[in-house]
């Protein structure tokens, strides 16, 4: 009798588990091209369906409603760290949006971070691919400043795309976070469906996961830059480059020569002082040297190509 008990309870609790995978699963997406990707995002809590019949809807259009809060929820923006002297509103940025609806904070955030939305929006707007898209990049920049490769990609209907939008555009097609069709087109200004929306925001996640943002450099101060060229032998010139700057903290370097043409063209790049150290604040001048074959005009890279740029036998060129 006991031995039964035993059965009949990893049975129910056997009946039960699978009841429970099957109200997790969304019942309309198990044959669309993000379903995984839909199901991975109601796991974390991000999407949600209709309550009543367990559907997702992916065909259906996007509202603006939904997209914003979709945005905001995926990428984990918030105002966390913010203190505002009033509460804000969110007709504080969209007058035609509801202050008291379920989506109101999320587009006070949105608007908050600036995330490229047309102030005359409406909730239940429709939401174009190219809107979505431009709003989803801006939301990534606020996780930090990523790199991208120097890269264009053909778009075959770009002449359809919002001039605004289409450097977001250009980077999500390069990070992959969105793609092109088969015929290599974006259609920016058709309606985002739920499923390309849901699959974006999943592929925006593991982007922010994944990339590590570039450290930001210091502003390179801009000096006053003089060249002066000197004879070693009939062969070659000594070309010298100073410059004054604030204090005995800062260098400048040659960092390469190029040539084009019959000119060397001098790269000088500024050496920044050890922020661990002090310096008398004393304007000093400083030197970088090079060598260069005196069949090569020797100029500075800003003055390439100028008439201004031309450096004779012990005369600095400024």
Known sequence: MK???????????MMLFTLGQTVLAFSDVKNDVNGQKIEELKKLGILKGNPHDGKYNPKGKLTYAEGV????????LNLDHVRFIKAPKATDYFPNVKDD??????FIVAGFYGLGLPKTIKANDIMTREQFGHSLFQAILTKGD????????????????????MDSIQKLLISKIAELDSSGKFYPKKAVTRSTAAGWIYNAIQFVKE???????PEQPVFDLKLNVTPVNAEVNKVTVSAQVPHPGYGIRIASISFEGNQAVIHVE???PDPDRMYPQVITEVKATAYVDSAYKAVLAAQSG???ASVGTGVSAE
């Open 270 to 272: 500024t050496v920044l």
């Open 306 to 308: 100028s008439s201004d």
């Open 101 to 106: 609806a379920w989506y109101s904070d999320a």
């Open 211 to 217: 990339t590590e943002p570039v450290t930001p450099q």
């Open 3 to 13: 031995k039964k008990s035993v059965i009949i309870l990893a049975l129910v609790a």
């Open 69 to 76: 809060s979709l945005i905001v929820k995926g990428l984990e």
């Open 146 to 165: 990523y790199a991208f490769i120097e890269l264009f990609i053909e778009i075959k209907d770009q002449d359809e795309v919002n001039s605004d939008y």
